[in-house]
């Protein structure tokens, strides 16, 4: 499923009669909070009564205040809600007076150069995706979010990003500190920037396109395969240190797993990330390392497993330009494999996957969008074998391009997206990369996406 797309913010601001003006209370929680800089669902929008474009440049894009929104654990809100307090006078009830559920609906258009083998050309979703939100303030320092999905691929609904969280604060050293624990399900859906793979770019994209055949288990491999704690804090604004780990925990597969179950983690896998924001100007800089390791079993849950350690480094940065702004973000995940349970060619491989995107925004209505993306990696003949359309006519795990798009936000909860995808190399090669006479270029991909949150 489209996981990547899941927390956004849309609704406008809905003001309540004596409520403190919407400018003034963002000032008074980024002076209560920190002031670093995820997503929101309009159900968060209705709790805060805040526009979309407080928290994102481009949803789900985030700004200061929407970075602090969610490493505070979702809590802050307006006025409208029921309390209740015990004989003590101590509050033990905080209830949102507004829906906590939200919606989601995507429909779109996919075309690829040549037709892909034996299909038809010019494929439309109606729905691309379709989704349920809930989430928000549950007490006064534990929130969270869960989406849930229909996916017209398979023609069923799953559980898609879930991230429940307790955020606080202290002092350590003398500097301010916000502390929190995060329990999700998709390793990075917990961060706070844009650069790791769960809520980095593209926000959009195909599902009925060509896929290249090699990817990291850090960038998505993992998403709603797993749970995991992790426990984070952000100290004086500057650094950013989170650590945790993660458990096999996939959907749909009778428990407990057994001989059936396939790519199931041996253990449980640790997960770190440290990060560096810092603010000169008006300008705002955050630069990190992230990372996993684990041990796969490739099928059952006992025997020979394969290990996987993935390194990553990211960069994020905003340029306020008036009404306009321009953001980048950038990200390079090192993985080593080790294949003890055979099955490959090789005992050890690599892979190495680059992305980087620069995108211009006009106002909040208007975002332009170029985005190159490279992969590489150990060339494997049993892990990458020829195949019609899918494999690599050289065992190559080898793919790279760009992204080109532009996106139309005449309402803030409206999209229209038109995204352009260029492949020079595909699974290995230029032309014939999979042995059935299919070039690289035959993937490039037009997808228009109609994105409406309600």
Sequence with gaps: MLVVYAVLSTVMALNTRGSVPGAARVRNYEAAYTISSHGMTPSFARQTGLACNVCHTHYPELTATGRAFKLNGYVFRRADSLQGRNPEGQQNMLLNLVTPLSFMFQTSYTATKKAQPGTQNGVVFFPDQL????????????????????????????????????????????GHTTYGLS???????????????????????????????????IDGTLAQQVAGLTAYSLWRDHVYLEAGAYRSAPVGITR???????????????????????????????????????????????????KFTDVAFDVSYLLPLGANSFT??????????????????????????????????????????VAPFLT????????????????????????SGVIGEVDVMPWQNLRMQFQYT????FNGSRTNYDGSGRNASDNNTVYVLFWLLF
């Design 131 to 174: 989704s349920l939100f809930t989430g928000g303030e549950i007490t006064p320092h534990v929130g969270g979010f869960l989406q849930v999905t229909f996916d017209p691929q398979s023609g069923s609904i799953g559980i898609d990003n879930a991230d429940v969280r307790y955020g606080n604060h202290t002092t350590v050293f003398g």
């Design 183 to 217: 329990l999700n399900n998709n390793p990075t859906v917990q961060d706070i920037w844009n650069s790791t793979p769960a809520w980095g770019f593209p926000y959009g994209s195909s599902s009925a396109a060509p896929a290249p055949a090699a990817a990291t288990q």
């Design 256 to 306: 407990p797993l057994d001989s059936t179950a396939a790519g199931v983690l041996s253990g449980v896998a640790p997960y770190w990330r440290v990060a560096f924001p810092t603010t000169f100007g008006s300008q705002y800089l955050s630069v990190g390392t992230y990372g996993m390791s684990m041990k796969l079993f490739p099928s059952g849950v006992s025997g020979p497993s394969n």
């Design 328 to 369: 980048t973000d950038a990200t390079w995940i090192h993985e080593t494999q080790h294949w003890d349970a055979g099955g490959t060619a090789n005992a050890r491989n690599t892979l190495n996957t680059l992305r980087f995107d620069a995108m211009y925004h006009v106002g909040h209505q208007y975002a332009f969008t």
């Design 376 to 399: 590489t990696g150990t060339t494997d003949t049993l892990l990458y074998a020829p195949a019609q359309l899918t494999g690599s006519r050289l065992g190559s795990p080898n793919f």
């Design 422 to 425: 260029y492949y020079g190399k």
